[in-house]
């Protein structure tokens, strides 16, 4: 079956250490999106790609970096610069256009600073 | 300026009852408007969609949205609520001055009361 798979389900991070969120999906699909999500707060982007090799920040890109070298991939590093990281990320992708397709979401990561 | 609104943060209702879930859009251009729904450490699951055609827009799990071009809102409904549909919904609108990707509402938590 074709979707997203997002790994871990959870990580614990200590501070000052970097942390990789992966995000893999099988189906075509060029458009990949990264969002953090807190309590009361929905969904904020942070880094999205509509191609390979390229990406774009998003709202709330200070502290976090990603890679896009294949279609399928599109990990994220938490840094030691992202001050406040417990939160849920979801990785999402899209056909581009998205906007009339939808995007299909992955499970989710959830981050906890220890 | 906020693309979309879901002004309630929760709804409450009686296991049987109607359930309304609202949304309204700020957006110029046509709307693309989607509903998408969000169990406990999962990620979003697609419930339905407005692009084009009939207001009346049917989806998964026995719930529909009505657009309302007039209202800018795209409130989603069902009849019968049951208690499996406690979650949080979130409505998604396309944004013409965010390149065109999908803007998330903050979310409503429904809590269906057996």
């Known amino acids: 079956d074709g979707g997203i798979t997002q790994s871990p389900k959870y990580l614990f991070r200590k501070e000052g250490q970097n942390v990789t969120l992966s995000c893999e999906q099988n189906?075509?699909?060029?458009?990949m999106y990264w969002y953090r999500q807190d309590p009361g707060q929905g969904l904020r982007l942070i880094y999205y790609?509509?191609?390979?090799?390229?990406?774009q920040k998003g709202d709330i890109a200070e502290g976090y970096s990603v890679s896009r070298e294949k279609k399928e991939s599109f990990p994220l590093t938490v840094t030691s610069a992202q001050k406040n990281p417990t939160a849920f990320y979801l990785c999402?992708?899209?056909?581009?256009?998205?906007?009339?397709?939808?995007?299909?979401f992955g499970s989710g990561t959830r981050l906890t600073v220890v | 300026a906020q693309s979309v609104a879901q002004p309630e943060d929760q709804v409450n209702v009686a296991e049987g009852n109607p359930l309304t879930v609202k949304c309204t859009y700020s957006?110029?251009?046509?709307?693309?408007l989607f509903w998408y729904v969000q169990y406990p450490n999962r990620g979003l699951q697609f419930l339905l969609k407005y692009i084009t055609g009939d207001n009346l827009v049917k989806g998964s799990y026995g719930f529909e949205a009505e657009f309302n071009k007039s209202q800018t809102s795209f409130h989603l409904k069902k009849p019968s609520a049951l208690v499996s549909d406690s979650a949080l919904y979130f409505c998604?609108?396309?944004?013409?001055?965010?390149?065109?990707?999908?803007?998330f509402g903050k979310g409503n938590q429904v809590v269906v009361i057996p």
């Open positions: 998604a609108v396309r944004d013409p001055l965010g390149n065109n990707r999908l803007a």
């Open positions: 790609s509509q191609i390979v090799n390229d990406f």
């Open positions: 189906l075509n699909h060029d458009a």
């Open positions: 957006v110029s251009g046509n709307p693309y």
């Open positions: 999402a992708s899209s056909i581009v256009p998205g906007e009339i397709y939808g995007y299909t």
